[in-house]
């Protein structure tokens, strides 16, 4: 009991500060209502002996009914000014449930926008993240209907048991005779599905996982591609067959509880009528307060049925909203390191002493005791095999990853002292797989700085022009406003390539001192590729580019080339140098040309018609 009782502390507290949060007035109509609808239902059951008294008491006649009329008058406006106040909480929890929703949905949101970038890749974290993004949300609004429900079965019962005293103080004790089996029939429900509870979620969302797979359009060209439509479709079945096991078992242990509630409460219902009948006997109640009783009883028993109903359902959802309020909490305590000082606006020397970075739960380090210095102006390219730490690198120099050991600072201010803000401001990154915006094209490159003023549209244009995304968007339906996401109607998708040259466009029109690029012409075709580098090499002259590609042949001209292995900076220097040197660099260097050159001497094949 007690441990049920916690775990619906825990659901009712975030959902109550939630609510008073996103809907003050109307939590404040909903509890107002629902106290004068309990004082309506005591006002009813007072009235209730008199009315039954003047229309059945004895010797009744029409003179004497015609008396009883205006104590029914007034019992109809009691029960029309419940009918009121139904309508009024009705209207009230119309705001609330939305209103819970977008708060909670929004708080979510920041929260998550909020936390340090390594969070994403702790499995713990983002578990976590996602179980109160799918769940959390939905079971907090739900929780608000629930809590309106409660309050207005428990206001019910006190007003039921208020009446009862007033008609009789031995009424109460008869109450409670006929609602403690009552009440101990769902509460045994309530501990059935919470020993299960886990178990439920565990599966159900094992399940959903395979539903998505079968149905998410992401995933539907490699399934069809692999042929494994049999294999999701199988652990689909497996996952569904567990769940519906466990609840079926649940379902027959919560119903053989139930029944004998249910049984107990027969007993008392009969015990409460016994009860009544002796009083009656011993002429300690009338006949129209025995009757007023049995109504106030029935009405009190209801409501006790839908207290614990609504309870049982808080206590489905404390699983679900403690994930959610236990997220917010992480989120706050991962918030994005850094201080108050500004960034350079123009950051004249980025050093990097001594750096080491792990990823959470690695065993290893990503960077190992890495040490370099970038200068204003430089085109900096990093370089090795995949799993060296390049984008890593990359990421720690933008401020995105904060260092386990050493420091990185630009110009000489270690990045621990800066506003992440202010940092973030002076960088654009673009990255081999960017994010597919599912918004108009225009909306695709402004997104680079959104807040940027350019009313005539010149820098938007003259992005989509270097990186030769014009011709991209001109042979769109609706070219510039054209909506690009297949999954909503009118809806338009680019190819991989096509994409890229819009993310490379939202680099350009970001305009920040320091330009990170991450294989950003990886799915590019040669033509498209050539294009993108004019733009890099037009953008050096202005801004510090950091380049991170395996096509060593496109840093030739590049000021400093780091070699990167296992997170450790292995080689460095000039092409020339690094060629001349024999290493690391030079073997991949002639591997990549004899690879081109073996590409550009082997014979196409003849096309047949």
């Known amino acids: 009991m007690a441990s049920f009782l916690r775990r619906l502390s825990g659901a009712i507290r975030p959902t109550v500060a939630l609510l008073r949060r996103a809907a003050p007035l109307a939590v404040w109509v909903v509890v107002l209502a629902q106290l004068l609808g309990g004082v309506a239902v005591t006002a009813a059951l007072m009235l209730t002996p008199t009315v039954l008294t003047q229309l059945f008491g004895a010797g009744a006649d029409v003179g004497r009914m015609s008396q009883a009329v205006p104590a029914i008058a007034l019992l109809a406006c009691v029960y029309l000014f419940r009918l009121a106040i139904d309508a009024a909480t009705a209207m009230a929890r119309a705001h609330m449930g939305p209103k819970v929703h977008r708060q909670a949905e929004e708080a979510l949101c920041r929260a998550a926008a909020g936390v340090d970038l390594a969070s994403f890749d702790d499995a713990g974290f983002y578990d976590q993240m996602h179980r109160a993004k799918m769940r959390g949300v939905m079971h907090l609004e739900g929780a608000t209907n629930s809590l309106v429900e409660a309050l207005g079965a428990g206001f019910a019962v006190v007003s039921a048991s208020v009446a009862l005293c007033w008609l009789h103080p031995l009424l109460l004790p008869i109450l409670l005779l006929a609602l403690l089996p009552e009440g101990w029939a769902a509460l045994s429900g309530a501990r059935t599905q919470y020993a299960g509870m886990e178990k439920t979620i565990a599966l159900s969302r094992q399940l959903e996982m395979m539903a998505e797979l079968a149905t998410e359009r992401d995933a539907a060209a490699e399934i069809r591609a692999n042929q494994a439509q049999p294999y999701v479709l199988a652990e689909h079945s497996r996952c569904a067959l567990a769940l519906q096991d466990h609840l079926i078992d649940l379902g027959i242990r919560e119903a053989r509880a139930m029944a004998l509630g249910r049984t107990l409460s027969a007993l008392g219902l009969a015990a409460t009528f016994a009860a009544l009948a002796a009083m009656l006997l011993g002429q300690w109640l009338d006949l129209a307060v025995a009757g007023t009783a049995v109504i106030a009883i029935r009405t009190a028993g209801a409501a006790l049925a839908r207290l614990m109903q609504v309870s049982h359902d808080l206590f489905e959802k404390t699983l679900y909203i403690s994930d959610y309020c236990d997220f917010i909490a992480l989120a706050a305590r991962r918030g994005q390191p850094g201080g108050k000082l500004p960034a350079p606006q123009d950051p004249q020397r980025i050093v990097l002493d001594r750096v080491t970075f ?11 005791e890495l040490s370099l210095a970038i200068e204003a102006g430089q085109t900096i390219a990093l370089v090795g095999e995949n799993g060296s730490g390049k984008t890593t690198l990359a990421k720690v120099i933008a401020g995105l990853l904060q260092p386990d050991e050493g420091v990185v600072s630009w110009d000489g201010i270690d990045i621990r002292q800066i506003d992440p803000k202010s940092l973030a401001d002076r960088v654009a990154m673009v990255l081999q797989h960017p994010i597919r915006w599912p918004r108009s094209a225009k909306d695709n490159i402004r997104l680079g700085r959104y807040d940027r003023a350019d009313p005539a549209g010149v820098a938007l244009l003259a992005a989509a022009q270097q990186s030769r995304a014009t011709e991209v968007i001109n042979n769109l339906p609706k070219t510039w406003d054209t909506l690009l996401s297949r999954e909503f109607a009118g809806g338009h998708d680019l190819s991989g390539g096509q994409w890229q040259r819009l993310a490379v466009a939202r680099g350009l029109y970001r305009d920040a001192p320091l330009v990170i690029w991450d294989e ?39 000021d400093r080339i780091y070699f990167l292995e296992r997170g450790a900076l292995v080689e460095s220097g000039r092409h020339e140098e690094l060629v001349a040197l024999g290493g690391r660099y030079a073997e991949l260097y002639e591997l990549q040309s004899r690879l081109n050159g073996l590409e550009q001497a082997s014979p196409q094949p003849a096309v047949q018609a």
């Open 520 to 558: 950003p012409t990886a799915p590019l075709d040669a033509k498209a590729e050539h294009a993108v580098y004019e733009s890099l090499r037009q953008l050096a002259s202005r801004r510090t580019v950091i380049l991170i590609t395996h096509r060593l042949a496109s840093v030739r001209n590049a």
């Open 358 to 368: 792990r990823y959470p739960g690695s065993s290893g380090a990503a960077l190992r």
